[in-house]
């Protein structure tokens, strides 16, 4: 007790003390301190230098420089002792139409094993270990990305390591038997998790693109697992990995330490399937076919124990939307984050979408609706839209006809306050993901690789500003005159045909056809 007294009276002295030397500071006193303005610069202080935005735009912007060999290295500077840095390849299960699906599927579960100069996968990750790295591969329907988080000071290991895992792998067959096991597991985990995400967008780009480029499977079919071997790998990544498909990424690192790293370990690098050249890439434009794909599902055992989920059917249904190279990539994109979406059991404001036209008139009408959410996917020639809904299978075509009636009032005028609300939520979106290294590490390598260059986050937040209500409906009066995509899982006893959901479309209300029935 006596303590805090102690410290309460210093306390008390040290504020009198403080006061009584401000008002003779400020005030001017016999102790002989000057009349001093608090407002006015100090006499015999040197002037302040404040840091300008002026020029500072420059060191933000991405540089690209392109080797002899045709390879893009391209860097973003970014603060931090930590750097990404990867390689991206200009291939993805849309160019397996000459080879059996799933290469891809098999490259992204093969990275970062053995190579030339590293015996095992346990050696890339100690060596990794060293500098604090972590490594990861990841493909799509284009792209194949391999990337590396480490300190900057391992910059020349880390590439030299992205090189040989790229170039000089040695898929060995104990390497390739494991890597079965490690698809087999996939393919049946796929089928039985309780998400069924994953697998309607595979049916959905099957049925839009039926049998070419983005509809060709992501994953690789069970036939083709015991097909693919360490002669077929090699021819495919002889026409497919050159230098002229490939870039080099790096975000949080100096631009000509990278180039220096590039000309070093990449230029003159002999890949271990021989020199090879892009002739033989597939580039097919993707044709959009429409039409429906239906896996009949028993769900009830979907997931089990003391709260199971109910059992549910799941509708996907699509229309061809654009490129991303096109300008109304930006009003489609507004457009998804417009319609939004998302579980019944979402909790929260307007930054988790609980204002967005899936939840106002569908998810909160429709309390039997489980899910009601939008999607975008877009690729260098074309895109899908698709709305994803599930609900109990008894009730399957009524949550058809709501979705189908949402994509018909999509041609409405988009009101003022909902429109300014997506293209804030989208500019939202957009710079909090770039917050994230990784993520800009990818925008910039995949950006670079279509393009060849790179949007800033500020040209694209005003190209989002500058999406009007008219473009919404142009947009959308065009998408509406394609033909549907439509996934199906589940039990479809319920379901509405093909031709029915085409007619809703193309109807002016968005209603199915409707059925008469002498029994039921």
Known sequence: MATHMSRFRAWGRLQRFGLAACRRYSSGSSSGYPNVSLSAPLPGIPKPLFAAVDGGQEQYETRITTLDNG???ASQNKFGQFCTVGILVNCGSRHEVKYPSGISHFLEKLAFSSTAQYGSKDEILLTLEKHGGICDCQTSRDTTMYAVSAEVKGLDTVVSLLADAVLQPRLLDDEIEMTRMAVRFELED??????????LTEMIHAAAYRGNTVGLPRFCPVENVEKIDRALLHSYLRSHYCPERMVLAGVGIEHEQLVECARRYLLDMKPVWGAGTSGNVDLSVAQYTGGIIKMEKDMSDVSLGPTPIPELTHIMIGLESCSFLEDDFIPFAVLNMMMGGGGSFSAGGPGKGMFTRLYLNVLNRHHWMYNAT???HS???SGLLCIHASADPRQVREMVEIITREFIQMAGTAGEMELERAKTQLKSMLMMN???RPVIFEDVGRQVLA????????ELCQLINNVT?????RVTAKMLRGKPAVAALGDLTELPSYEHIQAALSSKDGRLPRMYRLFR
Do not use: F
């Open 190 to 199: 796929l089928n039985m998790r309780p998400d069924p995400e994953p697998l």
């Open 379 to 381: 690729y260098e020639d």
């Open 434 to 436: 770039l917050e994230s």
């Open 374 to 376: 939008s999607y975008h």
């Open 469 to 473: 209500a008219n473009d919404i409906k």
């Open 71 to 73: 390879l893009k290295v």
């Open 451 to 458: 393009t060849g260059k790179r949007k800033l986050p500020h």
